[in-house]
C-alpha cells in the first residue's frame, strides 16, 4: 500500500467527514487516524467545524421561520387595516350620500316632522347596520387569528 505523508490525509480526512471517499479510501484514512495523533486531533477539530456550521444552518433556519412569521402577521395587520378604511370610507360615503341626495327633502317645509324622523331613523339604522358589519367583519379576522395560532 503507498504511503501518504499527513498533509495527503488531512485533504482525504475532509472528504472522509463529507461521506465523500470510497471504502478503500475510508479504511485508509481511519488506519491513519488510529495511528496518527496529529491527524486524530486534526479531525476533531474538523468535526468541531462541522457542527458550528450545522448550528449556523439551524440558527439560520430559524430566523427563516421568523421571518415567515413576521410576514404573515404584517400580511394579516394589512388585512385588518384595509378592511378598516373599507369600512370607514363605505360608512363615510354612505352618510354624506344619503344626506346629499335627501337634501331637498329635508329642506322642504312642507314635509310633516313625523316623516322626518321616521326617514332620520332609518338612515340612522341603515349607518349602524353597516358598523355592525364592518364590526363583525373584523371580529372573525380576529377569530381566524386565533384558530391560526391553534392548528
Ligand atoms: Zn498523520
Given at each position: 500500500?503507498?504511503?501518504?505523508?499527513?498533509?495527503?490525509?488531512?485533504?482525504?480526512?475532509?472528504?472522509?467527514?463529507?461521506?465523500?471517499l470510497?471504502?478503500?479510501?475510508?479504511?485508509?484514512?481511519?488506519?491513519?487516524?488510529?495511528?496518527?495523533?496529529?491527524?486524530?486531533?486534526?479531525?476533531?477539530?474538523?468535526?468541531?467545524?462541522?457542527?458550528?456550521?450545522?448550528?449556523?444552518?439551524?440558527?439560520?433556519?430559524?430566523e427563516?421561520?421568523?421571518?415567515?412569521?413576521?410576514?404573515?402577521?404584517?400580511?394579516?395587520?394589512?388585512?385588518?387595516?384595509?378592511?378598516?378604511?373599507?369600512?370607514?370610507?363605505?360608512?363615510?360615503?354612505?352618510?354624506?350620500?344619503?344626506?346629499?341626495?335627501?337634501?331637498?327633502?329635508?329642506?322642504?317645509?312642507?314635509?310633516?316632522?313625523?316623516?322626518?324622523?321616521?326617514?332620520?331613523a332609518g338612515?340612522?339604522g341603515?349607518?349602524?347596520?353597516?358598523?355592525?358589519?364592518?364590526?363583525?367583519?373584523?371580529?372573525?379576522?380576529?377569530?381566524?387569528r386565533?384558530?391560526?395560532?391553534?392548528?
Open positions: 500500500m503507498m504511503l501518504r505523508s499527513c498533509e495527503e490525509y488531512r485533504v482525504l480526512l475532509m472528504g472522509y467527514l463529507d461521506g465523500e470510497d471504502a478503500t479510501q475510508r479504511a485508509e484514512v481511519e488506519k491513519h487516524i488510529h495511528s496518527c495523533a496529529d491527524c486524530s486531533a486534526e479531525r476533531g477539530s474538523y468535526e468541531n467545524l462541522n457542527r458550528m456550521v450545522q448550528a449556523m444552518n439551524t440558527y439560520t433556519e430559524s427563516r421561520a421568523l421571518d415567515r412569521y413576521w410576514q404573515q402577521t404584517w400580511n394579516r395587520a394589512e388585512r385588518g387595516i384595509g378592511w378598516f378604511l373599507f369600512g370607514a370610507g363605505a360608512i363615510l360615503l354612505t352618510g354624506y350620500g344619503v344626506f346629499e341626495a335627501s337634501r331637498e327633502f329635508w329642506t322642504d317645509p312642507t314635509v310633516p316632522l313625523i316623516v322626518r324622523i321616521g326617514a332620520g338612515g340612522l341603515v349607518l349602524v347596520l353597516l358598523v355592525s358589519l364592518v364590526r363583525e367583519r373584523l371580529m372573525l379576522r380576529k377569530k381566524e386565533y384558530t391560526e395560532v391553534e392548528r
